[in-house]
């Protein structure tokens, strides 16, 4: 591999780590938030503020999957950004302002069918986010398909902390659930107009880049994308099939619990995506697999935590949002392995969408859908929010499977024997210590202390991580990065 192409696939890298390291930092302003809305607003409305607020994640997640993986890989190859920028800024713009219609127009029926008549008005105002959150969300695609990284964490740092500030602002002003929603797109206005110092696409000149081109990746990305958005349908599964608004409650907290895990693998596969774009186009592939697998045994690394956050579920939930919600601790201890699971997934398509494979994505999460439906219609009733749960995380583990086999077929790498094991090895010690030792407040956070530094030294120990990765970290710790 040559110099020039070593360098900027470890500068690309280190960018990655930036927003990763950037996403992490804000994870307290969303656990504030959450434990301040559920104290706040009690089990009931927490309930009716956790499916309308899923709702709309839904719905802007479909609305903007269709070109975030595209964006992001034509932007990475192509020299000037300005066409492809043009084209997808207005796409985005278009697309979120005709769902965010339809969606306000379809208010009154979703909230008869959720048997909630409160939600009609709290779904017609948390539409007006849907345009703006779609156009911020093409300007940070942009950003991480050029390479700027530390400008695209910027944009997501000042999201959350303008939504901490001002759900808390609107809610003590006594808006209650009307407060959380105006301070959610308070929260898309910071981040668009944070995003538009470093970069603005035009929205009115003609733009060169044929949209076609465009098209021919973004379909079998977007119907992958919706697929995977229907199958995180399982909230609203658990309202439809019979859960009360206190059993959304549950289901919610244990959902914002497990959100600081998919923060994580939204800050991972967008610069993943980018540096395996730019790298391939250069055909520096020796690089790119070398990242993949770096990648591929990164997730790994994170199954001890998932099951240390398994064990000490219950204790979690009371900490952090009182002994009202402990319904949510089994919830919790299933769904942060299902988080996991859709992590993986996510890698593996930011992988298979650099290799010009976007029709892989598809064909891997497809059956999830049918799956997840079969699965919910019969144990959701049955069980509630622990049925729910159920579905998920064996679908999601499975197909997290058939993700990583994928890559393999395609592209010849797959996570190490060696690496596996250690990780298996690890999440057993790290569950017994979660579940065994029984703690409650402060002392809560000091175990959860001491189990991370037990999982890392015992990585350590067995010679997982290598020279290159430790000084890595060694140039992060101080500050040279």
Known sequence: ?????????????????????????????????????????????????????????????????????????????????????????????????????????????????????????????????????????????????????????????????????????????????????????????????????????????????????????????????????????????????????????????????????????????PPLLSTLSQLLAEGNEAEAKEIGKTVIRFVLWNIPFAAMIAGAAPEIVDFIFGQEFLPAGPILSLLIFSVFGLFTIKISNAILTALNKPGWTFMVTGPMVPLALIGHLILTPKMAGVGAAIVTTVIASLIALVSVFAVYQVWGIYPPVKTLLKSIFCSVLAFALASLWPASGLMLILKLTVITVVILLTFFLLREFTAREIALVRSLICGRL
């Open 1 to 269: 591999m040559n110099q020039s192409s070593s360098r900027t696939g470890r500068q690309m890298m280190v960018g990655s780590i930036r927003i990763f390291l950037a996403e992490a930092l804000i994870l307290p302003t969303g656990f504030i938030t959450a434990v301040f809305l559920a104290r706040s607003l009690g089990p009931v409305n927490y309930g009716l503020f956790a499916l309308v607020s899923r709702l709309i994640d839904w719905t802007e997640m479909i609305s903007t999957s269709a070109f975030a993986s595209t964006t992001v890989k034509f932007v990475a190859e192509e020299s000037d950004w300005k066409a492809v920028g043009a084209t997808v800024a207005r796409l985005h713009l278009i697309m979120g302002g005709s769902i965010g219609l339809l969606l306000w127009l379809l208010s009154s029926p979703l909230s008869h069918l959720f048997n909630e008549p409160a939600m009609d008005e709290y779904i017609k105002l948390f539409a007006i986010d849907l345009p703006i959150f779609s156009l911020a969300c093409a300007n940070g695609n942009i950003l991480i398909g050029m390479g700027r990284f530390r400008e695209r964490a910027r944009m997501r740092a000042g999201r959350w902390i303008a939504r901490f500030m001002l759900i808390v602002l609107f809610v003590e002003m006594g808006l209650s659930v009307r407060g959380a929603i105006l301070g959610s797109i308070g929260a898309s206005v910071a981040e668009l107009v944070i995003s538009w110092f470093y970069v603005r696409p035009s929205l009115i000149s003609k733009s060169a880049f044929p949209i076609r081109r465009l098209w021919g990746f973004a379909v079998p990305l977007f119907m992958s994308a919706t697929s995977l958005r229907i199958f995180k349908l399982d909230l609203f599964a658990l309202k439809v099939l019979g859960g009360t608004a206190a059993h959304a409650g549950f289901y919610g907290a244990a959902l914002n619990l497990a959100r600081p895990i998919t923060l994580i693998s939204q800050s991972l596969w």
